[in-house]
């Protein structure tokens, strides 16, 4: 059994109205996808299920925390993770899906597995830059962070009542 098999929601057998799901998504799951970005995972999907006649609606809601390296100290930090996604599911035999929030299963299907939707859900949420907090407010120490103090431009303050330059303009007052 691969490990995506866990993400298959059967909805054949469920009573019309809403039903909730929760999966568990560690490091297994990405890198199943290939996706070796994150040291540990720990993330909570609850997926709500409403079952109509004639369709189903899903409702992602993901949270937790992903350890990933800071982009700029390549210090690694958890990132927290709070996201959500809704999809729509319809049945028909079209040849191809014509929009993101749309899902098209064919005629008679019994399960839906919602494994990529959660992986773009979760990859979608990530910042496009990964800064590690005490990068932010300027607490973190590493021979990173202490090199790029070392070469921030220093300004140094000019005294304009000292310069000689000046004092002509001051005689106009």
Request: charged share 30%.
């Amino acid at each position: 059994m691969k490990s995506k098999d866990f993400f298959i929601i059967p909805f054949v057998g469920l009573k019309q109205g809403r039903h909730n799901f929760t999966f568990s998504i560690e490091n297994k799951f990405f890198k199943s996808f290939g996706y070796n970005d994150f040291n540990n995972v720990k993330l909570i999907a609850n997926v709500e299920l409403l079952k109509k006649t004639t369709f189903l609606e899903l409702s992602f809601i993901i949270s937790g925390k992903v350890n990933v390296f800071c982009d700029i100290s390549i210090e690694p930090f958890d990132l927290n993770i709070d996201t959500n996604s809704n999809f729509i599911v319809k049945f028909a035999n079209p040849s191809k899906n014509i929009s993101d929030e749309i899902i098209f299963l064919p005629i008679g299907s019994h399960e839906i597995d919602v494994t990529k939707h959660i992986y773009e859900t979760i990859i979608l949420s990530l910042p496009t830059r990964k800064v590690h907090p005490n990068v932010k407010d300027g607490t973190l120490e590493n021979d990173i962070t202490l090199r790029l103090k070392e070469l921030e431009p220093k300004l140094e303050k000019q005294s304009f009542e000292n310069d000689s330059r000046w004092d002509k303009l001051k005689d106009l007052k």
